[in-house]
């Protein structure tokens, strides 16, 4: 049972597209519209560790923005977590869509590379 769960994660990460591509969905505006509207913003910012850490430090942590870390931050931000980031639980987010997460994703993995403007398109 547990040689499945690779099989299906890497399966979903395939499904993922090109993540360098998806990277440039939003520019930093309209990533904090999309935060504001799920709530993300008020726990994290792009530059500054909140109650959680900033999306940069998180994007730091994942070796890339290939499908396969896409996939793995997709699944943190839907079922949430404990203990990766101090005492402070994530949040669950299980009615947000596959789709949504994964934007979503892609676009804090692109902080890793985005300049000071923190806007994806510009790359």
């Known amino acids: 049972m547990h040689f499945l769960f690779p099989a299906i994660l890497f399966a979903g990460a395939a499904a993922a597209g090109n993540p360098a591509a998806e990277g440039a969905l939003w520019t930093r505006e309209e990533a904090r519209i999309v935060f504001n509207d799920f709530g993300c913003n008020g726990c994290h ?7 959680g850490p ?5 994007a ?22 404990a203990g990766t980031w101090g005492q402070v ?26 300049g000071a403007s923190g806007d994806d398109r510009s790359k």
């Open 45 to 51: 910012d792009i530059e500054e560790t909140r109650i």
């Open 54 to 58: 900033a999306f940069r430090d998180v």
């Open 60 to 81: 730091a942590v994942y070796e890339g923005a290939d499908a396969v870390a896409v996939e793995r931050l997709r699944l943190k931000i839907q079922r949430g977590g």
């Open 89 to 114: 639980p994530m949040v669950a987010y299980p009615r947000m869509s596959d789709e949504q997460a994964r934007k979503i994703a892609v676009w804090i993995l692109a902080q890793q590379d985005s």
